[in-house]
C-alpha cells in the first residue's frame, strides 16, 4: 500500500537546492488524490519528511530568479520590486532513503499540479513576483537549468 502511496507522489516531486519536494499544501495534494494520511505513511516508512513546518525561504529582489524544476517542467519566479521580499512555500521533502529509491523508479510528471503550484505561489505573493511555467531541458552538471523560452503559461 506504501508503495502505491509513493508512486502516487512521484508525478508531483519537484526538485531545489537539491532536494526533492512536494507542497505542503492540503487543497493543491487533495486534487491530486494526496491527503495527509498518505504523507504520516510515507514519513513512517522513512521516505518523506512529515514535518508541516518544512519550508523553502526565499528573499528576492527585482529580477532575481528562483528555479523549481522537475525533469520536464520548471516554474521560474522573478522578483519585482527593488526592495528585498520574503516568502515561503511549504513543503514536505524527501528522505535519503526516498530519494534512492526515487532514483529508480519510472517518472511520469503532472502538468496540472505544476500549474496549480505556480499559480499558488504568484497568488500568494502577487505584487512582488512574477511566475511562469517552462519546459526544461536536462540539468547541466555544473548546476544550471535550461529551459525554453516562452513560458508555456505565466502569471504577471
Same mark, same amino acid.
Given at each position: 500500500d506504501e508503495?502505491?502511496?509513493f508512486q502516487k507522489i512521484i508525478p508531483i516531486l519537484m526538485k531545489f537546492a537539491n532536494s526533492l519536494f512536494l507542497t505542503n499544501d492540503k487543497d493543491i495534494l487533495e486534487k491530486?488524490?494526496?491527503?495527509y494520511e498518505m504523507i504520516l505513511r510515507l514519513s513512517e516508512c522513512g521516505l518523506i519528511s512529515s514535518n508541516s513546518l518544512l519550508s523553502f525561504d526565499f528573499k528576492i529582489t527585482n529580477n532575481d530568479r528562483?528555479?523549481?524544476?522537475?525533469?520536464? !517542467?520548471?516554474?521560474?519566479?522573478?522578483?519585482k520590486n527593488?526592495?528585498?521580499?520574503?516568502?515561503?512555500?511549504?513543503? &514536505? @521533502?524527501?528522505? /535519503?532513503?526516498?530519494?534512492?529509491?526515487? !532514483?529508480?523508479?519510472?517518472?511520469t510528471y503532472d502538468k496540472e499540479y505544476i500549474s496549480n503550484l505556480a499559480e499558488k505561489i &504568484? @497568488?500568494?505573493? /502577487?505584487?512582488?513576483v512574477a511566475v511562469s511555467i517552462h519546459i526544461t531541458a536536462t540539468p547541466l552538471n555544473d548546476g544550471r537549468i535550461?529551459?525554453?523560452?516562452?513560458?508555456?503559461?505565466?502569471?504577471?
Amino acid at each position: 500500500d506504501e508503495a502505491e502511496i509513493f508512486q502516487k507522489i512521484i508525478p508531483i516531486l519537484m526538485k531545489f537546492a537539491n532536494s526533492l519536494f512536494l507542497t505542503n499544501d492540503k487543497d493543491i495534494l487533495e486534487k491530486n488524490g494526496i491527503n495527509y494520511e498518505m504523507i504520516l505513511r510515507l514519513s513512517e516508512c522513512g521516505l518523506i519528511s512529515s514535518n508541516s513546518l518544512l519550508s523553502f525561504d526565499f528573499k528576492i529582489t527585482n529580477n532575481d530568479r528562483i528555479l523549481l524544476y522537475s525533469n520536464n !517542467s520548471l516554474i521560474r519566479i522573478i522578483g519585482k520590486n527593488d526592495v528585498p521580499y520574503k516568502f515561503s512555500i511549504g513543503v &514536505y @521533502t524527501l528522505t /535519503k532513503a526516498g530519494e534512492e529509491l526515487y !532514483s529508480i523508479l519510472n517518472k511520469t510528471y503532472d502538468k496540472e499540479y505544476i500549474s496549480n503550484l505556480a499559480e499558488k505561489i &504568484y @497568488t500568494d505573493n /502577487k505584487d512582488k513576483v512574477a511566475v511562469s511555467i517552462h519546459i526544461t531541458a536536462t540539468p547541466l552538471n555544473d548546476g544550471r537549468i535550461l529551459y525554453i523560452d516562452p513560458p508555456l503559461r505565466s502569471f504577471p
